[in-house]
């Protein structure tokens, strides 16, 4: 596609379900970031994943994250468990990789909400 | 890790001044990009620039990589460019806590 594409744009969800986030990046492009947006913690980094490496999982806030991406394409962001902190934007991003090149490119988000 | 302070943090202009948004980094880094967050929440990449100095129409960026600042500079601004600037710095891809701007008309 022509951007960063993110679905589901909104999603609700109990308290202790789990939630799958899909982020399709543009393609040809190599990096594959994940991050939320929440009011008391602003933008915070998730994981990155750059081709065939193991992806960089430092910002990870708990165990009960998870994602993994696919054929060097479409990505999923798992939460398990879902807590109420939990509830957020999360957005993705992609990018080619190199100097100047690692320009991001970010989808729209999705809105969690954990009731 | 690398800390990213931003000022302002908030910044009201009437449109068609000029404004300057300020990053501060606490380490040395080989990545820095300012971010521009419209009021419907979408993040649009406006500079990669970790060192040097860029334009763009209205918009041009300075960083200081010895000094660890990168400057965001605004002229003849537009009611267009309200919303949430944030800078990115370091691989440790940390934001700053942004400079929320409003123009009006």
């Known amino acids: 596609g022509a951007g960063v594409s993110q679905s589901p744009s909104n999603k609700v969800t109990e308290k202790g379900k789990d939630v799958e986030l899909r982020c399709d990046p543009i393609s040809g492009h190599t990096a594959l970031y994940w991050y939320r947006q929440s009011l008391g913690q602003g933008l915070e980094f998730l994981i990155y994943f750059q081709g065939n490496s193991a992806p960089d999982k430092s910002g990870l806030p708990s165990d009960r994250f998870s994602a993994e991406r696919t054929g060097g394409s479409v990505s999923t962001l798992t939460i398990q468990r879902t807590q109420q902190e939990d509830s957020a934007v999360y957005l993705c991003?992609?990018?080619?990789?190199?100097?100047?090149?690692?320009?991001?490119?970010f989808g729209a988000g999705t809105r969690l909400s954990v009731l | 890790g690398i800390q990213v302070e931003q000022s302002p943090p908030d910044l009201i202009l009437q449109e068609g001044a000029n404004s300057t948004l300020r990053c501060n980094f606490s380490?040395?880094?080989?990545?820095l990009q300012w971010f521009h967050q419209n009021p419907w929440g979408q993040l649009i990449n406006l500079f990669y620039i970790p060192s040097g100095t860029k334009q763009n129409g209205r918009l041009s960026a300075t960083t200081v990589a010895t000094e660890r600042y990168s400057l965001l500079y605004i002229s003849s601004s537009q009611t267009t460019d309200s919303g949430v600037y944030f800078c990115q710095a370091g691989t440790a891809l940390i934001f700053g806590k942004g400079t929320t701007l409003s123009v009006s008309s």
């Open positions: 991003a992609s990018s080619l990789v190199g100097g100047a090149k690692n320009i991001q490119y």
């Open positions: 380490d040395s880094v080989n990545n």
